[in-house]
Every structure is written in structure tokens, then in C-alpha cells.
Nanobody
Framework: QVRLVESGGGLVQAGGSLRLSCEAS????????MGWFRQAPGNNREFVAA????????YYANSVKGRFTISRDNAKNTVYLQMNSLKPEDTAAYYC??????????????????WGQGTQVTVSP
């Protein structure tokens, strides 16, 4: 059974940094496109970043471009989201997701087959 587990969330002041991790078990991720999404209370889940299976192509929401970096370490079966210059509006539960193969629709939730349970990020003013 595939399981994705996020970690690294927490409380940080505006301008600070956090690094989220998403570790997979039950499946090797080296053929998977991976995405990060987030959901703030009262809002729909939204795309944050994605990386293709080879790690050579990355995609970002405009709201995080230049501040967040997605990366992967296939040897550790882990995907990361480095978040810098955090803003209060980044406050949300962050979820990682996996899709076998690559796709043109990596910003869309329906592309992904497996999801983690999420990790909370709270940015104080």
C-alpha cells in the first residue's frame, strides 16, 4: 500500500523559512511526478508546486514563485518543499501527492493518484 507522509510544518514568523518533506513508503517515487498543494480554512485546495519524475522540470503557482523550491531525492524516496520569505497568506495545510509517470496537468488535483495526510504551516505576522 502506498503511503505518503508529510513533515516539517510548524509555526514561523513572516519572513521565515520552513522545509517540508514528503516521504513515501510502499512505492518508489523515481517514476512519479510529485506535487504539493495547500488548503487554507474556508478555501479550496490549491496547487503550489510540482516536479517531474526526473527532477529536471519544476512548476510553481505564481503566488509562490521565487520563494518556494520543490526538489526530490529519489534515493531517499522523498520530495521536499523549501519555503522562504513566508507570508501570513501561506498559512495552510500542505499536502503532497504522487502520480505515476509525467503529465501535462501537474497543477491539477485530478492528476494525482495518492495523497498524504497533510502538515500544517502557520505564518504569524
Amino acid at each position: 500500500q502506498v503511503r505518503l507522509v508529510e513533515s516539517g510544518g510548524g509555526l514561523v514568523q513572516a519572513g521565515g523559512s520552513l522545509r517540508l518533506s514528503c516521504e513515501a513508503s510502499g512505492r518508489t517515487l523515481n517514476r512519479d511526478a510529485m506535487g504539493w498543494f495547500r488548503q487554507a480554512p474556508g478555501n479550496n485546495r490549491e496547487f503550489v508546486a510540482a516536479i517531474n519524475s526526473g527532477g529536471l522540470s519544476t512548476y510553481y503557482a505564481n503566488s509562490v514563485k521565487g520563494r518556494f523550491t520543490i526538489s526530490r531525492d529519489n534515493a531517499k524516496n522523498t520530495v521536499y518543499l523549501q519555503m522562504n520569505s513566508l507570508k501570513p497568506e501561506d498559512t495552510a495545510a500542505y499536502y503532497c501527492a504522487a502520480h505515476r509517470g509525467d503529465a501535462q496537468t501537474m497543477a491539477m488535483q485530478y492528476t494525482y493518484d495518492y495523497w498524504g495526510q497533510g502538515t500544517q504551516v502557520t505564518v504569524s505576522p
